[in-house]
Structures are given as C-alpha cells and as structure tokens.
C-alpha cells in the first residue's frame, strides 16, 4: 500500500508501478504503449461554526495504461501500484482492445514545458485557521449580518508520471487547496455557498475571500423587485463561468458537417464582441489545473480559442486532431488515472489584459440587471442558436440596488448575447463547472431580453 | 462496428475507516482491499483491533458475457458518434463490530450523448423496459415547439413518471437528515404538517431492485428498509444515516456512498408513489387549457430561494382538454411548500418509472436514484 507519510517516496513507487506494467507489455504483441500512474492524497477539514466536526484523508493511487497492437486499441484503468495492478492493467486492456488506428501521439510531439514550482502543502491546523480568519472576517464586512456556518476545506497533493514505450517520460508533483463555504444571511432563511480556489494557501487573503463572498451575499438582503424588456446585462465572473463553460463545445475539434460554430458567427466572422478573447492554459501557475504537457505528452501552452471575438484554435487529443484534420496543440485532459486522455479544456479562461475594474463595470449602465448567481447550468443549443440562463440578480439604478430578484430567466439568440458583450472584468475567479475549471470575470452586455 | 467505437475498462477499489471521536469524526480511505490495506487503515487510531472473524464475500463486478457486443449494436442504431454506453457494477462491504455485511445494488446501464441534448438514460441492467427507453430517447426533438409566454400561471400535468423526479426535488431532498437537522430545508419543522391536499402517499423504497437506487443494506451497514416520508399527503417520515438520525430522533438506513472515498451523508434511494384511481386521460380532458410534461431534463432547488427551477424537455400544450403543439424547451418555477399545497387531489392510476433523471448530483457528488410516479396535476406553476 503507497504511503503518503513520505511523499519523497512516490516517485519511486510511481517508477515501479510503470516499471512493472513496462515488463508485462514487453511479452506481448504491444507495439506502442503508455502507462500513466498517479498517486494523490487529500486532506478535507469540515467545521461547522467554528468547529472541528469531520477530518476525511484520502490517499489514492492507480494506473492508467493504453496500448496499440498493431490493429486494435484499448485502454483500461486499475487502482493500486503494485505489481497485481500492473499485471491486471495491461491484461484488461489487451482484452478490451477493438479495431483501430494508433491513438497514441508520436515520440515527436512529445515535450515539457517549464512549470514554476508550485506551494507546499500547508501544516496541519490552517484548515481551522484559515477558516476561523475568514468567520470573523466576513462578519467584521457584514457588520455581524453574515455569519460563516460551514466550511469545507480541502488541502491535497499529487504526482504523477507518464511512460511511453519509446523511453519517454514526464512526471510532475503539485499542492491543491480549495474551499467551501456557507454563509448565513440574517434576516433570511436559506444559505449561501460559494466555492473558492487556493492558488496559494501561503497567501491566502481572508479579507478579500470575505469581500468576494459578502458583497454578493448582502445584495440578496434587499426587498424583491421583478422587471422584463430589453436591459444592459452585468454578469458576476460566477454566472460568466456557467455561460463560458456552455460554449466550450464550440471550441472542441470535431467532423465539419457537425460543427456547430459557422452557424453562430456574425456576417463578421465574430463569434463575440471585440471584448471577449478565451484560452485554455495548463501552464498558468495560478489555474486549478497546472501541468507541463497535456493528458497525453505534448507540451503545455496557451491554445487561443477566441481572439477579440474571432474563433482561432481547437482544443483536440492527438487522435481527434488527426481525425478532423486539426494541428495537435496539446488539447488532451486526463485528470485522473480513471480517464483516459480526451479533447478538453483543462483551464478555459478570459483574458482579462484590457478589462476594466469590476467597480466601474457597475458604473457602466445607468440601470442594469446585475446577475448574481446561476440558479442552473445554462443550456445552451448549439445547433440551434439559443441559450436559456437562469440566475438570481438585482436590479441597479445608477448603481443603486433597486431590489432583488429571485429567479429570472434570459433567452434568446446566443450568438446575439455573445456579440452584445461590451466589457469584460478585471475580477478573474475560477469555478468549477460541469465541463471543466473556468476562469471567468465579469462581463457587460447591452440590450438583452429579460423575461421575468 | 460503430466508425470509432472504443471500448475502455475501469476497475477501482479502496477501503475507508471511520472513527468516532466525542466531538468529531475522522475518516482515512486509501486505495486498495486486501486484509493488508484493510490492518493498515484500520491501525490509524486503534493499536490493537480484530476485526470480526467472517472473510468478505466473494463478489463478481465483470460485465455479463456479450455487454460490450450489446454496447455496440445500441451505439449502431443511435447512429450517433458521441454516445457512451456505461456498464457500471459497485459491491461493498461494511465492516463493524458485530459483523460483516456486504452491500448489493443492482449493475446499472447509462447511456449519454452530446447529441440528445442533457437528456440521459439510467436504468437497471435488464430492465424489461430498457429497450423501449433507448428508443425514446433516440426520438429526435420537435424542430418547432410551442413556448407560452413567461410569467404565465398555468396548470401542468406531470405524466410518464415526471412527476417522481418533481417529488424527488421537492420532498425527497427536503427530508434527507443533514438538510433537516441544520435546519436548511424549507420543509425542517413541518412533521406531521399537511404538505399536499392529495392524499399522497410517498415512500424511499431502497428494496425495489428494478429501480437504480436499489440497495440491500445501507453503507453504514444497516438493512435496507422502506421509508414512509407522506402518508395521505402529511409529512411524516426522514432520510438519516446514523450521525442525523439520533440528532432527528428517527432509524437510520440511508447512510449512501457516492464511493469509497467520501463519507456517508443521507441520500434517498427510490421514490415510489402508488397508483391512485384517475385516468391520466380523463385528467388531461378535464383542463381547459395548461401543459402536459412528458420528460423533464433536469430539477433544482435554491438554497437561498427555497424556488425550484423545472427544466421541461417535451410536452405538450393542452387546449379544450386535447393535446395540442408540442412543447418548446422552457422552465416552470414555484417556491417548494407553494407547489406542494397546489398539488390536485386527482392521482393517476399508471406509476411508471422514470430512466431520466437517475444520476442524483448533492454537493458535487453524483448517486444513482432512482422514481416510479403515476400522473400528478400541480394547479399552478410559473412559466419563466
């Protein structure tokens, strides 16, 4: 069994555990293989007002190997590092190998990217710290009208290394935090949660988690007011997140007669405003996701989604690139060893270099719907050009809060919303999202149809 | 052979110990089963423990013989090149004290597709019915569809087993201990209240194996037994695992898993509503004008709000008592107690299970559920 007491080890046992599925092919008719293995511990700390209630430590290993015999492919996933699990691996593989082409990329394309080392897993005891920090802090912001009820918080490590037949190999080791919180508002029942990213626990800001959170928080305590037409639109980067995560497919690699984005773009070619410009960067130090090469070996870099509005890059595998004819970039995820490596965005972000200040974003519109928070994912078709999102926002009027409202829905052209957007934050968050991390800010947008 | 089929195969095991300390819980999971992982999590805080004498049961996870052949005849017929069909197949055992007990649910068939919008399909492994499903739910969309304008109050019948997902939001949640306990559920403090005029009577039933919320015994070890949460329509039972259910003075028994790595929480199993003696026709005829709900892709409920939030997927309009245009996509809302209260005293007579909404997502952690519901009519619902 790996043990985490000494995380020095798991390189070691990593290279045992690829050493070890290394052999098992070797006596077979593998002619191309790669074993992926990780090993990750987790520590979550839960504390419900103020206290210690529950410590769960999670410490999992296992492989991932894929291999092509020539004519079929397979894949298969097994937890463990020992040598059953090697054993077990490749024979589940071999046995649920099925006809067709090398998935695997060529030893060519193969490469790392420098990656700044990452922080240090923090000491036992900056759970409760952290937390008991961020109570008094969002109470101190709230004037005691928001109280810190529930807190999970994750600390965790991770490593993991990659083998190819052709003696290539990466490897890489990183440190995870993350937060859950629920707030308590007075005056109101019902509870507000909000998830928060760590890029580094050293540097963790109470103050200004406390100022995310209670700012959002507080606008709900106002008196309800409903409104429809045509409004300016300001989207919280947590609402932007639910919109940007709904259109990731649109950046995925696929057969030309099922692409969905010709039909989206204006008679500009513009899928968006000029304001808008996304990537998908796994070699950003301070994203969720940080790793020197993609899910399958080709070197980490910033792919260029959308730039100024203007569709640009794909994010594909090596097998998809090569299926729909797109130039491999590195677009293949696998955040697990469960996975196998897939087209995806691993940190799909905005740029935020000519944003402007959230403040005077707020200032922007005479009167705006500010949304708040996603009720729901939004759906988006596709196909079709129509999105429906459902959020609770307020109502602003020269930047004063006219009232809350509950649960509002906006629908319509997508391709229109996505054009009608003037401005983006400089209030970049992470969240996650059913299609992956996104890093989202603030967004403007003129004119768009609410119904109540 | 489906262009570019692929067949994966993935096997994960681990082991978790929980320890009870007087003001808190700790919990160690790590990868792996055998009697040595087992000594080592359980060597965390107790130097010297035995363990009871039974070996586990011997247990058997493989997909039946001919699955994959199977897998590939359904991804023909969808004709679709991002379908993934899942054999998913879980056993556990929970070791105490007094004795081992091994956990049995049902292996379960998923069937998802970019191309089917967020609609997918879970369902017992051979299910006299699965082959119906897989049909509907290769039924395209209507191209144009009938969306009423927002903010309209209208009667909407819930048909087809629709009305099992609406229940699970707006009752099954409500009353799962942790929610309860806390007091973060609208319906905390309302035991023994009338929620509904219809004489419902609403039972988690983790014995119905043919449904994907099925298990034998609970992940805390604990026999599977049916829970009555309304009877006649007043609210009248909870969701615990242990910790809740001595703080909300109730039995145990839905202490669920999302898997080896997470801790117990309550999480309900199947919602099962009995047929009452309406015809769903005769329901249908008697509305002047409202909707009919056929399939709903997704339900929430707001913890701020306490709103729900029904994402209905296919209906239809309802005119002089006959189904008229099909419905476009739209989403009803109403407050919880407020939807419960405006549910007709009129009970379908055909409870049918619902295969749409099976995987059950609470705190980021998924579970199979699983709903049989006859025909229920809500008075008034907010067209958004």
Redesign the interface.
């Known amino acids: 069994?790996?043990s985490h007491s000494r995380p020095d080890d798991l390189p070691a046992q990593l290279s045992r555990a690829i050493e070890a599925c290394g052999g098992q092919l070797a006596t077979g008719k593998t002619k191309r293989w790669e074993v992926f293995a990780k090993s990750s511990l987790t520590r979550e700390t839960e504390l419900?007002d103020g206290?210690?209630?529950?410590?769960?430590?999670?410490?999992?290993?296992?492989i991932g190997v894929r291999i092509w015999d020539g004519a079929r492919?397979?894949?298969?996933?097994?937890?463990?590092l020992d040598g059953s699990a090697a054993r077990?691996a490749v024979a589940?593989?071999r046995?649920?190998?099925?006809?067709?082409p090398d998935p695997l990329p060529p030893h060519r394309l193969l490469g790392l990217t420098a990656i700044p080392p990452g922080p240090r897993m923090p000491p036992r005891g900056w759970a409760q710290h952290v937390t008991g920090e961020l109570a008094i802090a969002l109470a101190s912001m709230s004037n005691g009208r928001l109280r810190l009820?529930?807190a999970v918080v994750q600390e965790g490590h991770y490593a993991w290394r990659l083998c190819t037949v052709d003696d290539w190999s990466a490897q890489h080791h990183r440190t995870v935090a993350s937060m859950?919180v629920e707030v308590l508002v007075s005056e109101r029942?019902?509870?507000?949660?909000e998830w928060v990213h760590i890029a580094d626990p050293e540097s963790f800001a109470a103050e200004a988690v406390a100022a995310r959170i209670g700012n959002r928080v507080l606008l709900?305590r106002h008196r309800i007011a409903t409104d429809?037409g045509l409004h300016d639109l300001i989207l919280h980067p947590e609402v932007s997140s639910q919109l940007l995560a709904a259109i990731s497919?649109l950046f995925l690699a696929c057969?030309d007669d099922?692409d969905p984005l010709p039909r989206l773009l204006g008679p500009d070619g513009l899928l968006s405003a000029y304001a808008l410009t996304l990537v998908d960067d796994r070699s950003d130090p301070t994203a969720p996701v940080v790793s020197p090469c993609d899910g399958e070996g080709l070197p980490a870099r910033r792919i260029l989604l959308l730039e100024e509005g203007a569709p640009r890059h794909r994010i594909a595998s090596f097998a998809d690139a090569r299926?729909f004819d797109e130039t491999p970039r590195g677009g293949a995820v696998r955040l697990s060893y469960?996975d196998?490596p897939s087209s995806g965005p691993a940190n799909l972000r905005v740029l935020t270099d000519d944003g402007m200040a959230a403040g005077e974003l707020l200032s922007a519109s005479e009167r705006a719907l500010y949304l708040l928070?996603p009720?729901?994912?939004v759906?988006a078709?596709l196909r079709n050009d129509t999105y429906?999102l459902?959020a609770?926002g307020v109502w602003l009027d020269r930047q004063r809060v006219r009232g809350w409202h509950?649960?509002v829905?906006l629908s319509g052209s997508l391709g229109t919303l996505l054009r009608r957007i003037d401005a983006v934050g400089t209030d970049l968050c992470w969240f996650?999202t059913a299609q992956g991390f996104v890093g989202a800010s603030s967004l403007l947008v003129r004119r768009q149809p609410v119904?109540? | 052979m489906a262009a570019g089929s692929e067949v994966a195969s993935c096997r994960v095991d681990g082991g978790a110990a929980r320890w009870r300390f007087p003001s808190r819980w700790a919990i160690h999971a790590a990868t792996g089963v055998s009697s040595f992982a087992v000594a080592g999590l359980v060597s965390r805080y107790a130097d010297r423990l035995e363990l009871p004498p039974s070996p586990p049961p011997a247990v058997e996870l493989n997909p039946p013989l001919g699955w994959v052949d199977w897998a590939r005849e359904i991804a023909e017929r969808t004709a679709d090149n991002n379908t993934v069909i899942r054999f998913l197949a879980r056993r556990a055992v929970v070791i105490r004290r007094d004795g081992w007990r091994q956990v049995t649910s049902p292996p379960l068939v998923r069937l998802e597709s970019r191309n089917m919008g967020s609609t997918a399909l879970l369902a017992v492994w051979g299910h006299p019915r699965l082959g119906d499903w897989i049909r509907a739910l290769s039924e395209p969309l209507p191209t144009r569809g009938w969306g009423p304008s927002p903010g309209l109050q209208t009667p909407v019948i819930f048909t087809d087993g629709t009305a099992g997902a609406l229940l699970h939001e707006l009752v099954g949640h409500l009353v799962e201990g942790d929610l309860i306990a806390n007091g973060r559920s609208p319906l905390a403090g309302l035991g023994g209240a009338n929620l509904t005029e219809a004489a419902i009577d609403l039972t988690d039933d983790p014995g119905r194996t043919d449904l994907p919320g099925a298990f034998d015994c609970d992940d805390e070890g604990i026999s599977a037994k049916a829970v009555t949460l309304m009877r006649g329509g007043r609210l009248c039972g909870l969701l615990c695992d242990r910790e809740t259910a001595e703080v909300c003075g109730v039995a145990p028994g839905r202490g669920r898993r999302a898997d080896w790595r997470h801790p117990p929480v309550p999480r309900l199993s199947n919602l099962v509503i009995p047929a009452g003696s309406a015809a769903p026709g005769a329901m249908e005829a008697d509305l002047s004008h409202g909707i009919v709900v056929t399939r709903l892709s997704g339900a929430t409920v707001d913890p701020v709000s306490s709103r729900t939030v029904l994402r209905v997927e296919r209906g239809f309009e309802i005119r002089n008592g006959r189904r008229r245009r099909p419905l476009a996509p739209l989403e009803l809302t109403g407050g919880v107690t407020e939807i419960l209260a405006a549910i007709d005293p009129a009970v379908g007579d055909d409870p049918s299970p619902d295969w749409r909404l099976g995987w059950c997502v609470k705190d980021g952690l998924p579970l199979p559920t699983g709903s049989e519901a006859p025909t229920l009519m809500v008075r008034r619902l907010e067209v958004l």
């Open positions: 069994m790996p419900i206290r210690l209630r529950r410590t769960v430590q999670i410490e999992e290993s296992g492919a397979g894949f298969a996933a097994i937890s463990g077990s589940a593989a046995a649920g190998a099925a006809p067709g009820g529930r859950l029942p019902g509870i507000w949660r709900t429809q497919p057969p099922r299926r469960r196998r928070r009720l729901a994912p759906a078709d429906s459902i609770s509950p649960v829905e996650q119904v109540g």
